[in-house]
């Protein structure tokens, strides 16, 4: 399983930035996958989660209405759109693959993240 996220960088408080997540090694389409976070000095938190055909999204509450996931099962890549970002947004994304088709299940892995930092 590869996992390559991409996409971080320096945004300003209320500014917008794509992640993307490339998936390789397994298949893509049959598997749900998440975004969690890591700030500085704080533990791994799950952000959203998507199932394989994009039919249902869940998101962590602070981000609902700001983050949009997505997928593209043509080219194995989920999307993390962040809209109105926050200091508090600032941190290590990682993008993850469920081991089944339910964002309720355990993560088989976790790439290395791309890093967001929301500052002025």
């Known amino acids: 399983v590869q996992l390559v996220e991409s996409g971080g960088g320096l945004a300003q408080p209320g500014g917008s930035l794509r992640l993307s997540c490339v998936a390789s090694?397994?298949?893509?389409?049959?598997?749900?996958m998440s975004w969690a976070r890591q700030a500085p000095g704080k533990g791994l938190e799950w952000v959203s989660g998507?199932?394989?055909?994009?039919?249902?999204?869940y998101y962590l509450d602070s981000v609902k209405g700001r983050f949009t996931i997505s997928r593209d099962n043509a080219k194995n890549t989920v999307y993390l759109q962040m809209n109105n970002l926050k200091p508090e947004d600032t941190a290590l994304y990682y993008c993850?693959?469920?081991?089944?088709?339910?964002?309720?299940?355990?993560?088989?892995?976790w790439g290395q993240g791309t890093l967001l930092t929301v500052s002025s």
């Open positions: 993850g693959n469920h081991n089944y088709d339910t964002v309720y299940g355990p993560v088989d892995a």
């Open positions: 090694g397994f298949t893509f389409s049959d598997k749900a």
């Open positions: 998507i199932k394989s055909d994009g039919s249902a999204t």
